[in-house]
């Protein structure tokens, strides 16, 4: 679809909040323009990215919400840590968290960087069917840590290997 295409369908739908998530959005170069026409229009922007690419060309006024890859992912080895200096206030730092290794990744790189102070929010989400959400929040809790568990939701309501929800 093109941009216009794009705007046209969020217009349909009267969206006054979007947002672009995918596999990995930043992928789209048309992503940009896409940005910058939403918000031109007044709409609320919020992008999910996966954290490997830089958010350097992001609009400031969109709510990015980055993914820091523990190592359980098998990929925390593509982070784009610079990504962390570009965060605004209403930005969001999001972990996914597979087992105790991962959750002691994410509290380090969470005190490393200050995300406390930098980000609005640091989600940490279990691997859905691997990690207990009630044992993620007892980590956190016990350490009080600045987090708040997340649940991956359309895991809850769809089937987990649905697609495009």
Not at 13 to 23: A, D, K, N, Q, S
Not at 65 to 74: A, E, M, N, Q, T
Not at 124 to 139: A, F, M, N, Q, Y
Request: net charge negative; charged share 25%.
């Amino acid at each position: 679809m093109s941009v216009d295409e794009v705007l046209d369908v969020v217009d349909r739908h009267g969206c006054p909040l979007v947002e672009i998530t995918g596999g990995e959005p930043l992928l789209q170069e048309d992503v940009y323009p896409l940005m910058e026409r939403l918000l031109a229009d007044g709409r609320t922007v919020m992008l999910e990215t996966g954290g490997h690419r830089t958010i350097a060309q992001v609009p400031a006024a969109v709510v990015k919400i980055v993914d820091v890859k523990c190592p359980g992912s098998g990929e925390s080895a593509k982070n784009d840590w610079s990504n962390l200096d570009r965060l605004a206030p209403h930005d969001e730092i999001k972990f996914v968290v597979k087992d105790r290794a991962d959750y002691e990744f994410a509290r380090e790189v969470i005190a490393k960087h200050d995300l406390a102070s930098r980000a609005a929010a640091i989600l940490l989400s279990p691997v859905h069917g691997v990690l207990d959400p009630r044992t993620l929040s007892e980590w956190i809790l016990a350490d009080h840590l600045p987090a708040r568990l997340q649940l991956q939701l359309h895991k809850f309501i769809w089937h987990p290997s649905t697609r495009g929800v």
